[in-house]
């Protein structure tokens, strides 16, 4: 055997896979049939300053779950038993949306109708990004769709109107959101240190009506807290910010602050979810290749979208 292929995957019997945890591929979403539809989104708006930092993120996290692509049948004892159920439900990866720098408004627009078409098709989105204004074309495209709860992990409040002229930027995502008529309530979950926002950010941010759990309120409190906070039967968008986690299991952001959120507390407001409400989407954004750690956050972000998988597999078979 040769070095290259000593490795879990190789034990396991797995084979090459392109696509995350090798599940099927979907060339065109216009037929897309499936219950969970995963879409690449490399960047949306990016500032000068650093450009699409994170553009090879879907590529990576799908590289580190390659290794388990043929364990879909194997018992998870993170959910009590195969990834996809008793049932089975059907998951897709429809692959990466194409991005140009140069091209923001391009770059959002192709967001926004990927998922708006996978939605028409009867699916739940699971986007991987991606800096963090990619989940503003995402929320976009559930206007018109009914009444949404946003819950945001994330280190950060992302409030800012614009940025050096900029209102479609990483730090002005649930600014946007806020001023969507489809969205009812903003809960924000993980906020510590010092990030882009000022007092006055912070202060609109209260007055929109957005519910704030910082990153210490979570570890002295609990999940419950939050989950309180979520309405019964809504419907959620989950938007995960790779830097809402500590960076000793998360190093891989351009924004790291210690006391962040563990690996289980993520999936604890996540699965709280599910059981009270409805996930109506899923999003993983901010996590940056060049700055992982032997794969380990890669494989910390792709163990949460396969748990989120399973959590919605487990939904639809109800």
């Not at 292929?5 to 216009?30: E, H, K, N, V």
């Not at 995963?38 to 990576?60: D, L, M, R």
């Not at 819950?151 to 600014?175: K, P, Y």
């Amino acid at each position: 055997m040769r070095k290259e292929d000593r490795s879990i995957g190789a034990m396991f019997g797995g084979q090459r896979t392109d696509t995350f945890l090798g599940l099927p591929t979907c060339s065109d979403i216009g037929k897309l049939d499936a219950e969970v539809a995963i879409i690449g989104a490399g960047c949306a708006t990016p500032y000068p300053s650093v450009g699409a930092y994170c553009a090879e993120a879907p590529a990576a996290i799908r590289a580190a779950m390659a290794n388990y692509a043929a364990t879909l049948s194997h018992y998870d004892f993170d959910l009590g038993g195969p990834l996809l159920g008793e049932a089975r439900a059907s998951g897709v990866d429809c692959g990466d949306l194409p991005l140009y720098e140069a091209d923001a408004e391009g770059n959002r627009d192709r967001i926004r109708r990927a998922v708006s078409t996978i939605l028409d098709r009867g699916a739940v989105p699971i986007v991987i990004g991606g800096d963090d204004s990619v989940p503003i074309p995402l929320f976009q495209a559930f206007d018109g769709r009914g009444r949404f709860t946003i819950l945001q992990l994330d280190a950060h409040i992302d409030f800012r109107d614009e940025v050096n002229g900029e209102r479609w930027g990483l730090s002005s995502t649930m600014r946007r959101a806020s001023e969507l008529a489809s969205i009812g309530r903003i809960i924000q979950v993980g906020q510590r240190a010092v990030g882009s926002a000022r007092p006055a950010d912070y202060d609109a941010a209260v007055q929109s009506g957005a519910k704030f759990v910082s990153a210490r309120r979570l570890h002295d409190e609990g999940a419950r807290q939050v989950l309180d906070l979520v309405p019964e039967g809504a419907d959620v968008l989950v938007t995960l910010d790779c830097d809402a986690l500590d960076p000793s299991i998360m190093p891989a952001v351009i924004g790291p602050a210690p006391g962040g959120l563990t690996y289980w507390q993520a999936i604890e407001l996540i699965e709280g979810v599910s059981k009270k409400a409805r996930i109506a989407s899923f999003d993983l954004v901010e996590f940056m290749p060049a700055r992982d750690i032997g794969g380990l956050a890669a494989l910390t972000a792709g163990r949460i979208i396969a748990h989120v998988i399973g959590l919605l597999a487990r939904a639809a078979g109800k």
